[in-house]
């Protein structure tokens, strides 16, 4: 994290201690929190200037932005799914007889399709196009998508 060692108040300090100035005189109630961006742009001068320095500069709560600070570094939790459902209309079956193999389709028309959309949190995309009749480990592209190993 590196902190500028200037001794004098840079002016992104400045406009940020004004804007919470404003900000406390036009709350509507004690308990309204500040608003996002407000906090988003104090850790990101903390994580510049240090956090003491910035709150003291703003007039912030140095314990409250110490724990924000701390929770923008931590890695964010991406939940990855578990479960894939396909619709009924590409779900196929194989049955085995002694006499022969059969394929049977839940409802598949020979030119049905499926289309699967993906997408993280950081802005990632990723689109599955599935065609009736092809086999595909759908599952194995989603794992790797989101970075997890079967």
Known sequence: MGKST?????RELTQLKL??????????????PMPGEM???????AKHHGISRTARAT??????????????????AVEIPTFLELP????????????AELEVA??????ATATIDLSTPDGARMRIHLEA????????LVAAFFGRVR
């Open 6 to 10: 200037s001794k004098s108040s840079p």
């Open 19 to 32: 804007r919470v100035q404003d900000w406390r005189l036009a709350k509507k109630s004690v308990t309204e």
């Open 39 to 45: 906090w988003d742009l104090a850790i990101q001068l």
């Open 59 to 76: 007039g912030l709560n140095s314990g409250w932005l110490r724990k924000r600070v701390a929770a923008s570094e931590a890695k964010p």
């Open 88 to 99: 009924s209309t590409m779900v196929v079956a194989k049955v085995r007889t002694q006499e």
């Open 106 to 111: 839940g409802g598949c028309r020979p030119e």
């Open 133 to 140: 009749g092809r086999e595909l480990d759908a599952s194995g």
